[in-house]
């Protein structure tokens, strides 16, 4: 009973302050297109070692990102996650620099045994973050006058799952989630133009346009995903792990203000679809203290159809590599017991410019330590990552990111019988 009022009142804890700090979680001028930047759906541990989650099997921490993982939980144990994360992004266009701070909530989720070979696991997460504010001035040309043209910006995609693993074999583990897709979308177009004498001759006039684009989505998303473990002695292992998730259209409801001198509201019927996502990864651990692993993510974004424009991104790419180092399982000192984790990735975002060209691509560096909490089971995942982000066009921004993430792990032990002498 201890256990369960410690975990419950964390969980309240970690609720309230992801919601107090998750109003405005990004300010990256790349979110003007499609649903944003999506976000990184891995946990504590994956979070610090690249991102690598396909072949990882862990029984003391949650990871959605391959539903056939949750089979790893034992019969006695309930697990509780919770993640927050805060970053410093300096932008720059080569000219002018831009210094921003953010804070978001990462995950909430819960996962533990139903039956002997099947294991639960729900929570929620973020799909795709947006924010932005961009403002830029074009001089007077032969055909048009100056004016300043500004973007804003805000909102994103959330993600409610619960999900199912099954271990058809002793080493052989299936898993799906079903997610349930919602959010909302704002976005506006300004263009401002300076006053200029008016037709009569007599007083100025100064026009500007104005185009609000709001996108309601409700939705789903299904995730299916296996995994294979092959002992290789007594001491080595290796799982190979995979998933797939297929795209679809996402039910909308959107519309489209414009204002002149007059406000027109048009309700408008548009097709947004999210990619097919493919992900194969290879995960080797040594006597339950070292583990390696590296994953490869392909999404067709270049066949999905966004606001009734078809080719409207281009394909996404993703490889993460990491590794954790266990010094001990049974050491007799704290510092022997902490889990220390490294890894890197590189991503094509799935960014399209107005030119038909990739906008950026990104590579990432992720250390982390994973701290346990004396007498208990439970792990504390502290993240450090830095991101580059660089644009692949002429004008655009670069971005250097420093992040911090902070996941909390409660280990109960649950599901046992206590005696009585």
């Known amino acids: 009973m201890v256990g369960f009022k410690q975990t419950l009142c964390a969980l309240l804890l970690i609720f309230f302050t ?5 109003q405005n979680n990004t300010n990256s001028p790349y979110t003007r297109y499609g649903y944003g930047d999506l976000a990184n759906q891995g946990f504590g541990n994956s979070k610090a070692m690249g991102g690598i989650a396909y072949g990882l099997r862990d029984s003391y921490q949650i990871n959605p990102l391959n539903p056939a993982s949750y089979t790893a939980v034992d019969s006695l144990t309930f697990l509780f996650e919770g993640g927050i994360s805060m970053q410093n992004n300096n932008m720059s266009d080569g000219l002018i620099k831009l210094n921003v701070k953010n804070s978001s909530l990462d995950y909430l989720a819960l996962q533990f045994r139903l039956f002997k070979r099947l294991a639960f696991t729900g929570g929620l997460l973020p799909y795709s973050n947006i924010g932005y504010n961009v403002a830029q001035t074009y001089t007077e040309t032969a055909v048009s006058p100056a004016y300043t043209k500004q973007v804003t910006g805000e909102g994103g995609v959330h993600q409610a799952f619960v999900g199912l693993g099954f271990k058809i074999l002793n080493n052989l583990s299936v898993g799906v989630n079903g997610s349930f897709l919602w959010g909302n979308t704002a976005r506006s177009l300004v263009m401002i133009y300076p006053s200029y004498p008016s037709v009569s001759g007599s007083g100025t006039t100064t026009p500007s346009y104005t185009e609000y684009t709001n996108v309601d989505i409700r939705s789903y998303k299904l995730d ?13 292992k290796v799982t190979l792990g995979a998933v797939f998730s297929p795209g679809h259209h996402l039910n909308n409801n959107s519309y489209i203000q414009t204002a002149t001198s007059v406000i027109s509201k048009t309700d408008t019927v548009a097709t947004f679809g999210i990619a097919d996502t493919y992900g ?53 000192t704290y510092l022997g017991l902490i889990r220390y984790r490294l890894g890197g990735y590189y ?13 950026s691509k990104e590579f990432g560096i992720t250390a982390g330590i994973g701290l346990p909490v004396p007498r208990s089971r439970s792990i504390i995942s502290v993240t450090g990552q830095f991101v580059h982000v660089k644009g692949l066009q002429p004008g655009m921004i670069n971005e250097n990111i420093l992040k911090l993430s902070i996941g909390v792990t409660f280990n109960e032990r649950w599901f046992f019988k206590r005696k009585v002498d």
């Open 224 to 236: 299916i995903g296996v995994q294979y473990t092959q002992p290789i002695g007594e001491k080595h």
């Open 347 to 359: 991503n094509t975002p799935y960014y399209k410019t107005e030119g038909g060209e990739r906008a």
């Open 280 to 332: 194969a990864g290879l995960t080797y651990v040594y006597d339950d203290r070292i583990t390696i692993g590296l994953d490869y993510t392909y999404q067709n974004w270049a066949d999905v159809t966004y606001f009734n424009e078809h080719n409207a991104f281009c394909d996404r790419t993703k490889i993460s590599v990491g590794a954790e180092y266990l010094p001990s399982r049974n050491a007799k």
């Open 18 to 22: 992801g919601v107090a700090v998750a």
